[in-house]
């Protein structure tokens, strides 16, 4: 069965109030977005040593783009879905723009940008999606620019939770395939192991980079 294109998972018409409406209900969702904030910020100053163009790439409700916009001289964020967009615009004042930058080049033209993030993207889309956007994304990194994107994958995914029961033989953990032990303990939903997520990241890379062309490869683990 051919896998759905993730081009279209948030271009529903009601798609950016439900994702706005779980972020600001779930105290859980809240407390993540706290942490990383701080992690986001830290990392960004850290490495960043030119901080003019910021661009937040599938940037959905702005989230990401209006923590760390104030950090450079101008930031912009792009999204495909018009619904994610028409919530991000009701409190962030930074450029938005709508469009898929793989089959428009001229969205994003020939600009270059100090840092780029994609948050909640590549482990959910599919292997070619992920290369071409990978593709893109570096074409418009700046000589010293810097690339940060995270390992999320979707709670309900079916790849998540096929996994998770799957290694029941080596740790028992109902939160990672449970919907109901999960909502007990105080959680949205099931959520995916780090590893994994981490080891489908590092795929991704070596797809566009080449096994052997990857030197370091670093994943951060919080609770």
Request: hydrophobic share 40%.
């Amino acid at each position: 069965m051919m896998r759905a294109d993730y081009r279209t998972s948030h271009t529903g018409p009601d798609k950016g109030e439900q994702y706005s409406d779980i972020f600001q209900s779930s105290r859980w969702l809240r407390y993540v977005m706290q942490r990383e904030s701080k992690e986001l910020v830290d990392l960004t100053k850290r490495w960043c040593v030119h901080r003019s163009a910021y661009l937040d790439f599938a940037c959905g409700t702005a989230r990401i783009l209006k923590l760390l916009g104030p950090v450079f001289a101008t930031a912009m964020g792009v999204d495909i879905s018009s619904s994610m967009l028409g919530v991000a615009r009701r409190s962030c004042t930074y450029p938005l723009i709508e469009g898929d930058v793989t089959s428009d080049p001229e969205i994003l033209g020939t600009r270059r940008f100090d840092l780029i993030t994609a948050f909640r993207f590549f482990p959910n889309a599919q292997p070619d999606l992920r290369r071409d956007v990978m593709r893109e994304l570096v074409a418009h990194l700046a000589p010293d620019g810097t690339l940060i994107f995270n390992n999320h994958l979707n709670a309900t995914s079916s790849l998540i939770r096929a996994h998770e029961v799957l290694r029941r033989a080596v740790a028992w953990t109902p939160m990672h395939h449970d919907e109901v032990k999960a909502k007990e303990a105080g959680l949205p939903s099931v959520f995916g192991h780090g590893m994994f997520s981490a080891g489908l990241l590092a795929k991704a890379l070596t797809d566009y980079v080449g096994v052997g062309n990857l030197c370091r490869y670093r994943v951060p683990f919080t609770k």
